[in-house]
């Protein structure tokens, strides 16, 4: 007997502007199952997950609960359907207790402007029983383990009553023990009568507690299977579609060792490691990429090497000598760059212009003891505006006035400017069009002829296996794989950086 369908999401389409993420996918849950979502960074998993969960709403498509047509937009309403999400990033607050984040915004009250304060710690503890957190209600949230935090969030969502839980990568931040106890809940929870999607990108993982399981890439539905019918290869060979990858060809050979990085470790605040133990070295000549799943530690890397992360130990060697700087400015003496991730809030200053954007971190080289020499600093930043072909008006132009891939070229020539040894990349293409990625890819192997040490993160699949000379896969915090362009593939990313993620202590 075929296992009952509770939710049915039917022909979703998403469009944003200039991009499809879904295209006419479907997506059955079955109730009271594990029913993992899996695929490839942009997939489409998390769009079709706020879509479930009225967070965002579809272009064309619908949603049946039941059977029937559900008629959502908010997650408030979502979850009057009994559809509930937990977020990858928990949205909890640290300075509250475990009772008053149980009930935030929902508070039970004793009249209409008193909360009942006892009665949310009595039903607080009911909810932290059943999933045997045995832990006073008054605790104060920034005063948990990552593991009990997570369970406080599903306390969260089973008290607004949802029979379907959205799971989105539970366990990225929880050890080996805290995933036991999580899966024990699953289990618990099914035998009540909730039912659980699940994503996730650890394959071990999936064969382990998942029921059903769904792939899509690049926003198409794939394939449906139980998994009790399948294997690794099957999920892999699915998730990637054997693609063939173009890469681009160099003539360049690696040379001399200009960075060199011994057993970094990056302790978490409440115990554990964001990174432990990474080892690595850079070559002239040479374009290191770095790959991993969210949360395996990719931009605490490259903030640890760019001063960003105080708590770091390890030792890090530029040109042979070690590194005794430990804050940010020093780094960039010693000449490190960094280009963030996130380039609207920590790449650029929306208020200033281009010219001032782009010399803010290299003002001394321009200033004549309180003087700023005008002259000199505009030719800089022509000189730079020439070189990485940046389309502007006037150099004096907000940097707001420039699209997306214009600002980036903005934010690499800022840190070009400061005469790094070895410049940082993390995610230096997102939400930049095809063509000003390009550019990118050009700066970069440019960059590389010139003597500059790169290294390039990125979650796109694409670009790693096409750009880097060499590839570095963490998966937990740790360094689980290394990889020559000539030997790289897209199934060996997959399976190192999805496998054996659950040894963190």
Known sequence: MADEIILEAKGITKLYPGTRALENVDFKVRRGKVNVLIGENGAGKSTLMKIIAGVESATSGEILINGSIAHYTTPAEAISHGVGIIHQELNLFPNLNIAENI?????????????????????????????????????LVRNLR??????????????????????????????????????????????????????????????????????????????????????????????????????????????????????????????????????????????LGIYGLRGAGRTELLECLIGAQSSMNGSIYLGGRKVTSHDINGRIKDGFALIPEDRKNLGIFHNLSIEKNMTISSLKRFTKRTEIKKRKERTAVQDIVNQLQIKLFSPDEFITSLSGGNQQKVVIGKSLLTEPKVLLMDEPTRGIDIGAKQDVFRICNNLVGRGVGVIFVSSEMQEILAIPDRVLVLSGGCLKGEFTNETVTEEKLVLTSALDLNAKE
């Open 103 to 139: 009930f935030m915004t929902r508070e039970l009250k004793k009249n209409p402007i008193t909360i009942d304060l006892k009665k949310q710690v009595e039903e607080a503890k009911k909810y932290l029983d059943k999933l045997q957190l045995f832990i006073d209600p008054t605790t």
């Open 146 to 287: 990552a593991g009990q935090q997570q369970i406080v969030e599903i306390c969260k969502v089973l008290s607004q009553k949802a029979h379907i839980i959205i799971m989105d990568e539970p366990t990225s931040s929880l050890c080996q023990a805290e995933v036991s106890i999580l899966f024990n809940i699953i289990n618990e929870l099914m035998v009540s009568g909730v039912t659980v999607i699940y994503i996730s990108h650890r394959l071990e993982e999936i064969m382990r507690i998942g029921d059903y399981i769904t792939i899509l890439r690049d926003g198409h539905f794939i394939a449906e299977e139980r998994v009790k019918n399948i294997n690794l290869q099957w999920i892999i060979e699915k998730m990637t579609g054997n693609n063939h990858i173009l890469r681009i060809e160099t003539d360049r050979t690696a040379g001399e060792e200009i960075l060199r990085v011994e057993h970094l470790t990056l302790p978490k605040r409440n115990g554990g490691y964001v990174l432990k133990d990474v080892s690595f070295t850079l070559r002239r000549n040479e374009i």
